[in-house]
């Protein structure tokens, strides 16, 4: 049986304690207003604000609905469009902007409170300042607030993006450490293997040597065939401790590129010198290469040759290294083992060395950026390496190149995120410019309207009925109200009188008595005041 899903606690008194601001907005407004219909001008609004703030988590855009239809109620107030509802209004559309990422959905929904504002309007045949009210005030509340939330929200996930990758940064660094640490181990592996194993092969091919010496007694040769099972169970200790040492590298990785002291030239020296038939020879002009190809160069002849002497100890080895303009081809060929029969048996071993000598030696090509080929030919084996001159950027020591790929991949996210916030920011402080640009003229040009177009009660009382329009110039102002509403332009006037209107007083939001005077052929023939509670008409 599921159980229904509680809010916390912290959520439930966060939402409270809004609610209890906003209400006590709302009640002063009511207040301030004089309301005489507590249940829908104090308790509706006050229900509709107990569903739209804890809404405002799961729906913030249907809060955002509600509390609008508040604003648009509002409207039908025949006194003034204001009240406390449009800060309610200003509160839950700056929660859309914090609590929903993407943008489609808040601006259909800001779109649908404007078109509700916007029909309530025309369907209620509203002034002029009521107008100015919806198309100003409450796209204000609506799109201001909300593009501050975007910001808010903003800067909040870069925050918690800082600390994640900060966090996710130390774990990887941690890891790198690590992976540095095992990559050391494969290296001590590889060298052992490369270098100790060469030179015991070495030391087991000439005591081989040794034994069919004439000159030694069945004691000597004795002695010799110990020596050389004792070597050979000392590789086979070394195949196991490299077995142990080396671990699994991650693709693209290698050992250390450091050169070495010995050439190409003093290792095949060293393999004649014990007895090894090698032939061999260079074609091309010798390029001054980097130290990392030189050493993979030589790590190169070193596993063939080791390989040839363990697994076809009697067979010949040619060699052959040729430079290119920009790659260098190294090929080590073994020919068939005497012993072998023809049947490749060279090849079958030649990468057992714990499994690891051609793996290895391929992985260090790979770094420097060549290819290696490997495997029978003829019924022996060929090892071909081609190394190029120029090694590419990312063959770099193991455990520094596998830090900048987790480096560098933080800090692109953690620029993203850092792009997004900028954005925002720039459009929660352009908006207010491009409104302002678009609404101030409108709204500066509107209050000149109402301004300019005001009749002070003491000037209307000195007007006399019967004075020409000459006389009375200094009491009336230089412009008449321009909307005065339906049932004022609709009054009864005197028979071929024409008739101005203006406003009694300077307030732009509260309904205002307009003074009517008409005049015929130049003089004034009536004034009426028309009080801004009903449709009433004073003579005056």
Known sequence: MRHPRHPPVRFVLVDGALWGVLAAATGYGFRDAGGT?????????????AVAVPLSRARPGASVLLVNGLCALGLADTATPANAHVLSL????????????????PLLVLASCLAVDMTACAVLQVPAVWWFYALAVLPTALLLPWLAGRHWRGRRELVREGWRLARSLEERQHLVAE?????????IATDMHDSL??????????AGALELSPDLTEGDRADLAELRGTIADAVEQLRETVAVLHEPREPGTGPSGSPVKDTVED????????????????????????????HGMYRVVQEALTNALKHAPDSKVSLAIDHESDRTR????????????????????????????????????TVLGGTLRT????????????LPHRPPARATPPGTGTAVGPAQEATERHAAVRRSAHRRSIAAFAAPVVAAAFFVPAAVYLAWQLTTGVLPPSRFDELEPGRSRTELTRLIPDRAFPYPPDHARSAPRPPGAACEFYRSGRDLFDQVDLYRLCWSDGRLVAKDTLEATDTGRKSG
């Open 90 to 105: 200003a509160v839950v559309s700056c929660l859309l902007g914090g609590r929903v990422a993407r943008a489609r959905g």
């Open 375 to 386: 495997g029978p030919h003829r019924g022996g084996f060929r090892v071909t390496a081609v």
């Open 179 to 187: 992976r540095a640490r095992l990559t050391e181990r494969a290296d």
């Open 37 to 49: 219909s507590p249940v829908v001008d104090l308790l509706l609004p006050l229900s509709v604000l």
């Open 267 to 294: 290792l095949l020296s060293r393999a004649v010198a014990s007895g090894v038939p090698v032939r061999w020879e260079r074609r091309g002009a010798v390029p001054a290469l980097p130290p990392m190809v030189e």
């Open 197 to 206: 194993g060469h030179a015991l092969s070495l030391v087991a091919l000439r």
């Open 330 to 365: 190294v090929t080590v060929v073994n020919a068939a083992s005497p012993g072998a029969g023809g049947s490749g048996r060279s090849g079958g071993r030649a990468a057992d060395i714990g499994g690891r000598g051609l793996t290895g030696l391929r992985e260090r090509v």
